[in-house]
């Protein structure tokens, strides 16, 4: 099976290497990877450079926009130029973060899973972080289906029903949402270790970290799913400031009249579902 990668990257002069050596040494390697050079300031576009010599299937694409680390728009504003420069020629298309380390088995185990499901649409492996004493452990704050927005692979049959991906906070979640709208599936494989060399959300400003909220009002949650998920979340990240900041972002959503991201029917879709999942983990 033939596939893409997109990779947005602002300033990871420390990462790039490992993350391009990973793809380099894929048992079944991608047609083309299109490196999305996001207003970096460092070393970043040497080093994009230098892999573009290496090999034809790498390509360049400079990009300008905001320096600010934000979620989700800024990211996906990248992808999205990334995309442009892409034909439909593809069975599955991979958005990557500059920062992963990948086993060399990954994309030839990712095919296989597009090749025999048909009705899949989202698939990846575990991310895994380095702890304070250096050992590599899961980071999996959500649920065991969720694939990361890091190492997200999608078929293009699901990718084009979905939209693609939204230009806003909470993408790598919709994204999952609306795929299971349009009756594809999710794939995880626990065997598959990824190792992120950044900490999620290491580089957010305190803005970013106050739009969760926003994005569960753009997905039509409703206020009760959206208490009950920031606390969930609160207590994950034993922080009563990040409940109280959800909230505030989803009241705010409310006064600005802010855009939904999904329609009515897909909204009451996805509150139907959350609502099952919340039943189902009750009576677990």
């Not at 993408?171 to 599936?185: K, P």
């Not at 799913?225 to 109280?244: E, G, H, P, Q």
């Amino acid at each position: 099976m033939g596939y893409y990668i997109v990779i947005p990257i602002h300033n990871e002069e420390a990462f790039l290497k490992s993350t391009l050596e990973s793809i380099i040494q894929q048992t079944l390697l991608p047609k083309h990877v299109i490196l999305v050079n996001d207003n970096s300031t460092d070393n970043t576009e040497s080093i994009i450079d230098q892999y573009c010599s290496k090999s034809t299937m790498f390509k360049k694409l400079n990009s300008t926009s905001s320096t600010q680390h934000m979620p989700g728009s800024k990211v996906i504003n990248a992808f999205n130029k990334g995309l442009e420069l892409l034909d439909d020629n593809f069975d599955f298309i991979v958005k990557l973060d500059a920062d992963v380390i990948l086993p060399p088995n990954y994309f030839e185990v990712i095919s296989t899973y597009f090749k025999t499901n048909k009705n899949l649409g989202i698939a990846g492996g575990f991310i895994y972080e380095q702890n304070n004493t250096g050992e590599w452990v899961l980071n999996h704050p959500m649920d065991k289906d969720h694939v990361r927005g890091a190492i997200k692979a999608y078929s293009k049959a699901c990718f084009k029903a979905i939209g693609e991906l939204k230009n806003a906070m909470g993408w790598d979640t919709v994204d999952e949402l609306l795929a299971r709208f349009y009756g594809f599936s999710i794939h995880t494989d626990a065997k598959l270790h990824v190792k992120h060399l950044r900490p999620t959300g290491k580089a957010y400003n305190a803005k970013a970290k106050r739009l969760q909220g926003k994005a569960m009002y753009t997905m039509r949650y409703g206020f009760i799913i959206t208490c009950i998920a920031s606390l969930k979340m609160a207590m994950k990240n034993k922080s009563i400031r990040s409940f109280w900041n959800n909230i505030l972002g989803y009241t705010q959503a409310i006064q600005n009249d802010t855009a939904y991201l999904v329609t009515e029917e897909e909204g009451k879709f996805i509150r139907n579902l959350r609502w099952t999942n919340i039943k189902r983990k009750i009576k677990a």
